[in-house]
């Protein structure tokens, strides 16, 4: 029993309007603005050059069904504030799960230890920037019935079981949230937001009696629960998880070695993220630990690469109305036709840097300083046709999907792991190769980017970016490009012409 | 500094988890089970000398999970009002009606619950004793001792202080009600050296302890740090190529964690790794032994019971290459006909995991130089990159840093390369096990030598 399917957008238009104040936590907490102007005054009792306050109340729900069964099913709600206090280059910070009173005060005082002057006056009144509406929501798919969540994950079970009987286990999962955000600065930063975001995924294990093979598969983004029932089914995942699993057991070993590398489009963009994105995060290059450090101006890539940030995608996983510090997000160029155009960065890398803010100030929660982090990354499409592209490699690999990647941003290698991928040999796709590490240097990769397709694509709404402990969610993507030298990190000798097990 | 924060007496959070599972039984679950979880963080970087963030603070959560006969659900929350806790309470009761009727969900038995007796030194209040400004200082000592120790050393990512506290309270509708409290201290430096090229190397060393008096001094940490970070300056690349590689012990850790990830409860059952169903069988090499032990006095990994609240204990997982035991919580012996081995892990939210005690290779006879010694040509890997190992295949591919060995000796160093084999041989070709056994965490391993393995490059 599903509920009708409502159209929806995936490319929508962007909408500009003020945002109706939710005044979520004025109204559950009690919250004034008298309380705010208190709690910024005891932020900046010890002097500091800027403080801010950041609440947050978060609503989520998992769901797991695993030999066909609802195993496992939780709820959580996890709310409270976090201050900071910045002066200099100096941050202090503190955060609270109780919202009363008292314990901001404390918790404000203790941020305000990073500093040792005279007590600074906030700016009084508030202003709220005009932000978008990137996620207009109707109903939240927290506050939606379980029962068609549990529909979703048993519905992926069987189509996964009944995609191959070589499929032996699949596991399937749901979660989604609902994160309610107030920022206040000492500036007279005022924004709200109310963020939600939902994902399923389905993993697959396919065995014979001499091989296995796993697939995963899953998708989302901050969406209402019938984005599942549209385009994005629970049986496309569970079918794309299914083959994977099959298509592995299959697999010969990857070759070993420098080697011409297609990726295919959408999720491959992880590449972009290792390799460029990290390193072009202001307080790495403000600190001069990143391998980009004062290569503005300079090439990184070749003439096709264009690679942007772009927090403002409707209903993407990555995007945001506004970042973690007020901030209303934007598309930022990283990289124009190969040449280093600028920085992601938040409040105090802007600052320091005498830079613009780019809307990339991001937290994992209350409990996390925010520092830049990327929203949705991604290569505009070229001219070139992915056919051709193929066609123009003799001997290489061909990846269309990948687990995860990282990055040493200080030396500037990074790699991403491919979980298919195919042989090219004479410009034709032969056969499927087992999963192999790609690894390369970031400021020189993507030189070697000699076809950029026509075909950009989105990854599918599940990445989480790790950074200095703390995760957020991002999005990647990237048309079929083709790099001509990349190490490929299998256990076969590489032959032209053809390749040893 | 004065932060220490009022946190609700112990005797308060165990009557919330106690009253939490009266509650749910009164509400007509057949078992309830409440986890109350508290604790607090203080944590400095300095870099360039200069103090560059200080966070501090304290929080709590409780978590409850219920049973409907074989049907559970679990909620969590930060909320410990009266109308929180009410919330969390009706919403896993709510929940528990759509969770499907599984066999073998439930609480572990009756009488087999119990906290290990004795003191464990997992606690030690000198973690916060340092004033705030001396807390700051080991930072600072730990970054300055890097950076003094060379001239190529100009830039860091700073040096860090860290200290932290935490209590966990266990209680069930079988009586069961448990709490223990575990400290924690570190220190590190991440310094940054740049050649003649302006070619830049990061790396770091740190210290980690239960009590500051066991923490090593920032100097001693700086300059270890220091030493690792130089000897990456004017990495190469080299060809593709099958040599032995060497594993540095906190790499090797990562390769004999992944036997845990093939042998616990959860990927045995599901057949989701190539070591299911070898229970009994050779997986290894005759020198290879690995112990779970969360017993061990002051341990990283160490708890007096687990997170069903049952003892924990010492399994020995791998006796001279054959698999003797895998690592279950109670659902996963159930699934496999066993009895559980007090693994199980729980967080705030849905069904225990299986987590790891004290884990460790079991040392060998010959020192790392002495293992290095008799390689005529190979490399000796510091760090992995990524995450590229399939549990299913056993298909093995990561990105690597580290020296090339050269006649015994560790030559030059190197980086982007690749390391890749199979899990299924890697474990019977280690041809070496060294006698450095150190815990720095809760996973350790000596030196080890790998043979069979694939170095990508150029």
Redesign the interface.
């Known amino acids: 029993m599903a509920p009708a399917p409502i159209p929806f957008r995936i490319q929508g238009h962007l909408t500009t309007v003020t945002v109706k104040t939710d005044r979520f936590f004025f109204e559950h907490y009690g919250l004034t603005n008298q309380d705010l102007e208190t709690y910024l005054a005891a932020a900046l009792s010890a002097g500091g050059d800027y403080a801010d306050l950041y609440f947050e109340y978060l609503t989520s729900t998992s769901l797991m069904v695993d030999e066909s069964m609802v195993k496992s099913a939780s709820q959580g709600i996890s709310a409270g504030c976090g201050i900071r206090v910045l002066s200099g280059e100096r941050t202090g910070y503190a955060y609270t799960d109780d919202l009363s009173q008292e314990r901001i005060l404390h918790a404000a005082r203790t941020a305000a230890l990073i500093a040792s002057a005279p007590a600074k006056t906030p700016v009084t009144g508030f202003q709220q920037k005009p932000a978008r509406s990137l996620y207009p929501v109707q109903l939240p798919s927290v506050d939606a019935e379980i029962t068609a969540k549990v529909e979703l994950l048993m519905r992926s079970d069987q189509a996964a079981r009944a995609f191959d009987p070589r499929i032996k286990e699949v596991r399937a999962s749901y979660a989604d949230e609902l994160r309610n955000i107030l920022v206040i600065g000492s500036d007279g930063t005022f924004a709200e937001d109310s963020q939600p975001l939902a994902r399923m995924n389905v993993s697959c294990i396919a065995k014979t009696d001499s091989t296995s093979g796993r697939g995963t598969s899953g998708g989302g983004g901050r969406v209402a629960l019938d984005f599942f029932f549209g385009e994005k089914t629970p049986e496309y995942f569970a079918k794309e998880s299914a083959r994977q699993a099959v298509l592995q057991l299959d697999a010969r070993e990857a070759p070993a070695g420098d080697m011409e590398v297609v990726l295919g489009p959408g999720w491959p963009g992880v590449l972009l993220h290792e390799a460029v994105g990290h390193g072009l995060e202001a307080d790495f290059n403000r600190k001069k630990t990143s391998a980009f450090a004062g290569l503005i101006g300079k090439r990184v890539a070749s003439e096709k690469c264009t690679v942007v940030d772009n927090g403002t995608m409707p209903w993407r996983r990555g995007s945001l109305n506004v970042d973690d510090e007020g901030q209303p997000t934007q598309e930022t160029v990283l990289i124009e036709n190969g040449i280093l155009k600028g920085y992601l960065s938040d409040k105090l890398s802007s600052k320091l840097m005498g830079l613009a803010d780019t809307g990339n100030g991001r937290r994992e929660s209350y409990e996390h300083i925010p520092m830049p982090r990327m929203t949705n990354t991604y290569m505009l499409a070229g001219q070139d046709d992915p056919r051709d592209i193929i066609r123009s490699v003799k001997h290489g690999i061909y990846a269309v999907n990948f687990g995860g990647g990282q990055v040493d941003i200080t030396n500037g290698k990074f790699v991403f792991s491919a979980s298919e991928a195919y042989m090219i040999e004479n410009g034709e796709i032969t056969a499927p190769i087992k999963g192999a590490t790609l690894i390369g240097n970031g400021p020189d990769v993507l030189t070697r980017v000699s076809m950029v397709g026509n075909d950009l694509k989105l990854d599918e709404g599940v990445g989480t970016c790790g950074k200095d402990g703390q995760a957020v969610p991002v999005g990647v993507g990237i048309p079929t490009i083709k790099v001509d030298r990349l190490t490929v990190g299998g256990t076969a000798r590489k032959d032209p012409g053809g390749f040893m097990q | ?1 004065t ?1 220490t ?1 009022e946190t609700q007496s112990t005797t308060d959070l165990k009557e919330v988890a106690q009253d939490v599972v009266r509650r749910a039984m009164q509400g007509g679950t057949t078992a309830a089970e409440c986890v109350v979880r508290e604790g607090d963080e203080f944590s400095t970087v300095v ?1 360039l000398g ?12 409780i ?1 409850v999970r219920v049973f409907f006969g074989k049907r ?8 410990f009002s009266a109308a ?1 806790i009410d ?2 309470l009706t ?2 009761l709510e ?2 009606k ?5 066999p073998f ?1 439930g609480l572990p038995e009756p009488g087999s619950f119990g906290s290990l007796a004795g003191n464990l030194d997992l606690y030690h209040e000198d973690v916060y004793s340092l004033p ?1 400004s001396e807390r700051i200082d080991y930072a600072r000592r730990a970054e300055k001792a890097a950076l003094d120790s060379d001239p190529r050393l100009k ?1 860091s ?1 700073g040096g860090s202080f860290d200290a932290a506290t935490g209590r966990k309270i266990l209680a069930n509708s079988q009586g069961f009600v448990g709490e223990y409290r575990r400290s924690y201290c570190s220190v590190a430096a991440v310094p ?1 050296a740049q050649d003649e090229q302006g ?4 790396d770091y060393w740190y210290s980690v302890a239960r009590t500051l008096s066991k923490l090593e001094s920032p100097e001693q940490v700086g300059k270890e740090a220091a030493r690792r970070t130089i000897r ?1 300056l004017g ?1 190469r ?1 080299v ?2 190529a099958q040599v032995p590689v060497v594993l540095d012990p906190l790499v090797a850790a990562s390769i004999i964690e992944h036997i845990f990830e093939g042998v616990n409860g959860d990927s045995v059952y ?3 790794s ?1 070591l299911a169903g070898k229970l009994g069988q050779k997986i290894a090499g005759d020198n290879v032994t690995v112990i779970d032990d969360g017993t061990m006095i002051g341990g990283f990994g160490t708890a007096p019971f687990d997170g069903e609240g049952i003892p924990t204990r010492r399994t020995v997982v791998v006796e001279n290459g054959v698999l003797r035991s895998y690592l279950l919580n109670t659902y996963t012996a159930k699934k496999l006909g066993l009895q559980t081995t007090a693994n199980a892990s729980r967080g ?4 225990p995991g299986i987590g790891l005690g004290n884990y460790f290779l079991q040392p060998g006879p010959r020192t790392p130089q002495q293992i290095i010694g008799d390689i005529k040509e190979g490399l000796y890997v510091t760090e992995f ?4 190992a ?1 549990l ?2 056993g ?1 093995y ?3 690597a ?1 580290g020296l090339w060995i050269v006649n015994g000796e560790l030559a030059y160093p190197v ?8 899990l299924k041989d890697m474990f019977f070709n280690v041809s070496e096990i060294g006698s450095d056994l150190e815990f720095r965490g809760s996973v350790a391993s000596p030196t080890i030598r790998l043979d069979g393995l ?5």
Do not use: C, P, W
Not at chain 2, 72 to 79: F, G, L, N, P, V
Not at chain 2, 199 to 202: A, E, L, P
Not at chain 2, 348 to 351: N, R, S
């Open positions: 500094m932060t924060l870099r200069q103090v560059e963030t200080l966070k501090e603070s304290g929080s709590k959560a978590g559970a659900a679990s909620t969590y929350s930060s909320d929180g919330r969390m919403s896993a929940l528990a759509i969770t499907s009727e599984d969900a705030g830039n990512d940054i070619n830049m190397q990061r990456r990495a690349k060809k593709t599901r057949g989701a190539f705030l939210a849905g069904t990159l990524g995450h590229g399939n299913v295949t298909d591919s990561r990105g840093s980086e982007e390369i690749t390391v890749a084999g199979n694939t170095v990508g490059g150029e």
